[in-house]
């Protein structure tokens, strides 16, 4: 179950993804076409989800409006340092450390299969930090790594952003990973035995009684986690305006609270157990500073 649950938890990481827009102009095209979907979204916010199986792994793809300028999103996620910041916020993510080598900073996710297991027992997952483009209009950031645990490989996560207006942005975040025949067909007997109850986000038909059917299996699997990683990303902007002093407690009860809004895919622990884990963290991580 351990190598299962492992190969879950990593899953957000790697991009071989869809055609990325590549400029400001892209991206803006990709929102006019999205923009039927973003507006009746059954997420109860304007965001569009897709999931793919590829040749070699699985990809995931959120679409999102949010309500902070492009400069917000800028000066939050600039550097790796900062990436580290916000990608522990998730449940899973123990430890993050940022090292600088001569392709660009690294930057060392510790992930536990699951959140009550202790960080000696995380694996790590090194991403290569690079900013593709920082202008006016447009930011793009992307992280990979070559190698992961289990069989999988290829790992990218990327980050496109474009402003709307003044005060809205247009953000993709992307994500993708290879794996290998044993690793697939390790994820698919999680999922058809302890996992069989795990849905997605996309509806696929209706139950007897008339409620939606999800999407199970590996997309389910993608689209859980790149919701996770994509209200990880959003609740760190919401920290941005935030007095220095509130905004880590404020950034981990925003990422709960949206976590908790989709209960039948995201839902985990109780707020006090998610809090103690994360602050058990914060401080072990200030006493080795």
């Known amino acids: 179950m351990g190598l299962w649950i492992a190969l879950t938890a990593c899953a957000f990481g790697a991009h071989a993804g869809p055609p990325e827009s590549g400029s400001?102009?892209?991206?803006?095209?990709?929102?006019?076409?999205?923009?039927?979907?973003?507006?009746?979204?059954?997420?109860?916010?304007?965001?569009?989800?897709?999931?793919?199986?590829?040749?070699?792994?699985?990809?995931?793809?959120?679409?999102?409006?949010v309500d902070h300028p492009l400069e917000d999103v800028r000066a939050a996620l600039g550097n790796a340092s900062q990436w580290c910041e916000m990608l522990i916020l998730h449940i899973n993510n123990r430890r993050c450390r940022v090292a600088r080598q001569p392709e660009g900073d690294v930057l060392t996710l510790s992930v536990v299969r699951r959140y009550d297991k202790p960080v000696e027992q995380a694996f790590e997952l090194p991403f290569v930090h690079r900013t593709a483009s920082a202008t006016r209009d447009y930011l793009a950031v992307d992280l990979s790594a070559d190698t992961g645990p289990f069989g999988t490989s290829r790992y990218r996560v990327m980050l496109e952003a474009t402003p709307l207006g003044e005060r809205q942005t247009f953000l993709h975040f992307g994500y993708a990973y290879d794996h290998n025949m044993m690793a697939r067909y390790a994820t698919m007997a999680y999922l058809a035995t302890f996992g069989s109850h795990k849905v997605g986000f996309t509806v696929v038909g209706k139950t007897p009684n008339g409620e939606p059917e999800y999407i199970r299996g590996l997309r389910g699997l993608m689209e859980r986690n790149a919701m996770r990683y994509f209200l990880t990303l959003?609740?760190?902007?919401?920290?941005?305006?935030?007095?220095?002093?509130?905004?880590?407690?404020?950034?981990?009860?925003?990422?709960?609270?949206?976590?908790?809004?989709?209960?039948?895919?995201?839902?985990?622990?109780?707020?006090?157990?998610?809090?103690?884990?994360?602050?058990?963290?914060r401080q072990r991580d200030a006493a080795a500073r």
């Not at 892209?26 to 039927?36: E, F, I, P, S, V």
């Not at 569009?48 to 679409?63: F, I, K, R």
């Not at 920290?239 to 709960?256: I, Q, S």
Request: glycine share 6%; charged share 30%; aromatic share 6%.
């Open 24 to 65: 400001a102009q892209g991206l803006r095209a990709l929102h006019q076409k999205l923009a039927g979907q973003l507006a009746r979204s059954p997420l109860r916010r304007p965001i569009h989800l897709e999931s793919a199986e590829t040749e070699n792994g699985l990809q995931g793809d959120v679409y999102a409006l």
């Open 234 to 281: 959003d609740a760190y902007l919401a920290g941005v305006e935030v007095p220095a002093p509130e905004r880590a407690e404020k950034r981990l009860h925003r990422w709960f609270e949206a976590v908790e809004q989709y209960p039948a895919q995201l839902h985990e622990v109780d707020l006090a157990t998610y809090l103690a884990h994360k602050r058990e963290d």
